[in-house]
T-cell receptor, first 116, second 111 residues
Framework: DTGVSQNPRHKITKRGQNVTFRCDPI?????LYWYRQTLGQGPEFLTY????????KSRLLSDRFSAERPKGSFSTLEIQRTEQGDSAMYLC??????????????FGEGSWLTVV | RKEVEQDPGPFNVPEGATVAFNCTYS??????FFWYRQDCRKEPKLLMS???SGNEDGRFTAQLNRASQYISLLIRDSKLSDSATYLC????????????FGTGTRLKVLA
């Protein structure tokens, strides 16, 4: 499978605990995105990388959220001191930004977080 | 004003009907526009890009109106399998690779 891969697919955690999600983008895609989606809403932009550089981070993202892409390949999204409001689907996407792809972004299947 | 705005619906239409969705965006200089489809509890998947001259893919037609800052999606001869949420996507701010999604429009095609 050469698509975007996310792990874990489901995570249930107690309030106050830290969680980390991993995303492996499509091979050779230089851009990687994180979005969050709750029921009835569209995906909400969190952050994106070009290679290892984090180009933008949403103002909606509190300092409890951090994302890294250390070698420009896979990425991790960590949420510290989780709150019930963090319960959502966390989506990772990647793109090559090339002319042939038209900058299309391709999503992974998402990581579902439930904070109890 | 929201950066990307869609009517959430739901749009309930009979099989075979034609249905159209609009999406407005806030920045007139945006350059990249897409429609994505999302099934319940699944990830969004690209339906089609939207080009300046308009484009068609089978039963689906996408159009861009820069003057009024909206894009549209027309679905002809609706099938039961078209039932899904349709998400409008725009690059904002212009000149970047940051993509903003609308809230989505729910479509239900009825037998």
């Amino acid at each position: 499978d050469t698509g975007v891969s996310q792990n874990p697919r489901h995570k249930i955690t107690k309030r106050g605990q830290n969680v980390t999600f991993r995303c492996d983008p499509i091979s050779e895609h230089n851009r990687l995105y994180w979005y969050r989606q709750t029921l009835g809403q569209g995906p909400e932009f969190l952050t994106y990388f070009q290679n290892e550089a984090q180009l933008e981070k949403s103002r909606l993202l509190s300092d409890r959220f951090s994302a890294e892409r250390p070698k420009g390949s896979f990425s991790t999204l960590e949420i510290q001191r989780t709150e019930q409001g963090d319960s959502a689907m966390y989506l990772c996407a990647s793109s090559s930004g090339g002319v042939s792809s038209g900058n299309t972004i391709y999503f992974g299947e998402g990581s579902w977080l439930t904070v109890v | 004003r929201k950066e990307v705005e869609q009517d959430p619906g739901p749009f309930n239409v009979p099989e075979g009907a034609t249905v159209a969705f609009n999406c407005t965006y806030s920045n007139s200089a945006s350059q990249s526009f897409f429609w994505y489809r999302q099934d319940c509890r699944k990830e969004p998947k690209l339906l089609m890009s939207v080009y300046s001259s308009g484009n068609e893919d089978g039963r689906f037609t996408a159009q861009l109106n820069r003057a009024s800052q909206y894009i549209s999606l027309l679905i002809r001869d609706s099938k039961l399998s078209d039932s899904a949420t349709y998400l409008c996507v725009v690059n904002l701010p212009p000149g970047t690779y940051k993509y903003i999604f609308g809230t989505g429009t729910r479509l239900k095609v009825l037998a």
